[in-house]
């Protein structure tokens, strides 16, 4: 019962770290102890973090606490390691590396011998630390691996290493069928590889704070990104409150101008109304006069009350009224519009630039993604494009879903918009394209323009300067039905390549290369661009064939 009592006391005061008896025994805020190693290794792999835990409770602490060492279990650790037997622990499991020299229930190894070839605990290893002869002996950790410095053939420590065949031999392999390799002793060797390896952890350690350099350069843009974003944001919202407040102004002005005017006019006509029923009280009364005269017997009193009776004094003020069909406020509206298509033309222009300068701000140079071998590949970039039909010709059709576009002989039904091709069978795509995209186009029939273009490019009038490709504003691969050819700032280039009616579209807008493939079976390049791309660009299609030819942005998976 006793010995019982002791191995239950050893576990009382081992530590939940290492399981073993406590090893300069430190306590931690919350009241837990643990070897003053095994805590600090423990907290070292917290330190990213900046939170530090007990591993027992889970408390944590912030900042590290300094664990305070406890010298009263440190007395009685020493005075446990004195009394009884090893408690069930200290015996080797399946996992541990077991003393050679120990009799029945083998104790855990402390230490292996590299000269001896075995594995010694603590109490069959003190030989080592007490005899001359063996102080010699090289001690490592426990290993299960001691019987693979033994060579196979001759059964001895290998203790030298064949450079030849780059392997550890025994003295005896070294004169024999080693006698004529570069051979060397084993700690020649080591010696020659720790040097080596030091270069090695040098130029990585140099990488590591070259690494850490750059990463606080990062950290460092990040936080001037986020102040300068904070700092544009509050800026232009400001800026954007003034044009509101100016708006708002305007819109005051004009409604109090209008008003204005209407009270004017309107006291103007009140004033003329007034006038003209007077003039119309006096009219009736001279012409009651009139009447009554007209009906006089007395030929004598007729003829000579009928000169006064008959004169009508002034003239009269409904002669000197123009009153005509007016417009009234249509024209101050017909203004208002005006200025409100002025100022969109001005906001769509702009916030192209906008968009630009914001695209434009980046930490790190642009690495261009590798341009993708496979179909597969290509389409981990796909995107969803759709048509914009505020920028169809009227003679194009898009279908319902914004994707097909058809060339048909009559104009279709369309809103007029500043955005709309005039004079040629072209569209664009409703979304802006930037970073990298694959998109790809399936042509029936007729003459295809597949395009990308900047959004400034011209869309009213006639003159080739509008047509993709004919300009430095688009590029475009044609399509014709014997031929390609693509198309830049009005240069054409002759293309070869296998006939398909898909073609595919890869943009790398950041890395400005912009690449066409002809899809079938298998992908072939049939034209690469490397540019600059200013400005984001949208997807361009046009026909120029007969009726009835079509293009549509096809589905990928």
């Known amino acids: 019962m006793a010995q019982k009592g002791v191995q239950l006391n050893r576990e009382s005061f081992s530590c939940s770290i290492c399981l073993d008896l406590l090893k300069d025994p430190v306590t931690i805020p919350c009241g837990h102890s643990y070897c003053r190693s095994c805590i600090k290794a423990h907290w070292d792999g917290e330190d990213q973090r900046g939170i530090h835990s007990c591993p027992q ?46 009799s029945g229930r083998k104790l855990k190894a402390t230490k292996s011998c590299l000269i001896c070839l075995a594995s010694f605990c603590e109490k069959h290893l003190q030989p080592h630390y007490d005899s001359a002869p063996f102080r010699k002996h090289k001690l490592v950790k426990p290993s299960k691996k001691l019987q693979e410095n033994i060579c196979s053939v001759h059964g001895e420590v290998m203790q030298m290493f064949c450079r030849t065949d780059q392997k550890s031999i025994c003295y005896l392999c070294s004169v024999e069928e080693h006698k004529v390799h570069d051979t060397v002793s084993a700690a020649a060797e080591r010696t020659e590889r720790q040097r080596e390896l030091e270069g090695s952890r040098q130029q990585i350690q140099q990488r590591i704070q070259d690494a850490e ?11 001037a990104i986020h102040r300068s974003a904070d700092k544009t944001v509050e800026h232009s919202q400001k800026i954007f409150n003034e044009l509101i407040r100016l708006l708002q102004k305007r819109s005051s002005d004009v409604k109090q101008q209008i008003r204005s005017q209407q009270e004017a006019e309107g006291s103007r006509v009140k004033e003329l109304q007034e006038k003209l029923e007077q003039e119309i009280t006096e009219l009736k009364r001279k012409d009651a006069e009139l009447k009554q005269l007209s009906h006089t017997e007395d030929h004598s009193q007729f003829l000579h009350s009928c000169p006064s009776v008959a004169a009508l004094r002034g003239s009269p003020h409904s002669s000197s009224i123009d009153v005509r069909p007016l417009r009234h406020f249509e024209d101050v509206t017909a203004a208002v519009s005006e200025l409100r298509d002025i100022l969109q033309d001005i906001l769509r222009e702009e916030w192209t630039n906008i968009s630009l300068r914001v695209a434009e701000v980046d930490v790190l140079l642009p690495q261009p993604e590798p341009e993708p071998t496979s179909r597969a590949g ?34 279709q039904f369309y809103f007029d918009h500043p955005d709309r091709f005039t004079g040629w069978f072209q569209v664009l795509s409703r979304e802006s394209l930037t970073g990298c995209c694959y998109w790809e186009v399936e042509m029936g029939g007729g003459g295809v323009g597949v395009a990308v273009a900047y959004k400034n490019i011209r869309r009213a009038g ?48 950041r890395a400005g290369i912009l690449s066409f493939y002809s899809v079938s079976g298998t992908m072939t390049l049939l034209h690469r661009v490397q540019t600059t791309f200013t400005q984001p660009l949208c997807a361009g299609i046009r026909l120029y064939s007969s009726s009835g030819s079509s293009a549509e942005l096809c589905k990928v998976k």
């Not at 389409?379 to 759709?386: G, K």
């Not at 505020?390 to 048909?408: D, F, I, Q």
């Open 57 to 102: 409770c889970r408390q944590t602490f912030k900042p590290r606490p300094v664990p305070v060492k406890s010298t009263m279990l440190a007395d009685l650790v020493e005075q446990l390691k004195k009394t009884g037997p090893p408690a069930d622990h200290c015996y080797a499991g399946p996992e541990d590396v077991a003393c050679d020299v120990c």
């Open 378 to 411: 290509f389409l981990r970039y796909s995107c969803e494009i759709t048509l914009d039909p505020n920028t169809a010709n009227t003679l194009l059709l898009l279908s319902e879903g914004k994707r097909k576009v058809t060339l048909m002989n009559y104009p």
């Open 462 to 509: 006639g003159g080739d300067d509008g047509i993709f490709g004919y300009n430095d504003k688009s590029w475009a691969l044609y399509c014709g039905p014997n031929r390609y050819s693509f198309r830049y700032n009005n240069m054409e280039t002759s293309i070869s390549g296998p006939r398909a009616s898909r073609v595919g579209v890869y943009l790398d807008h």
């Open 213 to 223: 350099k750059v990463s606080e350069l990062l950290q460092q843009e990040v936080e």
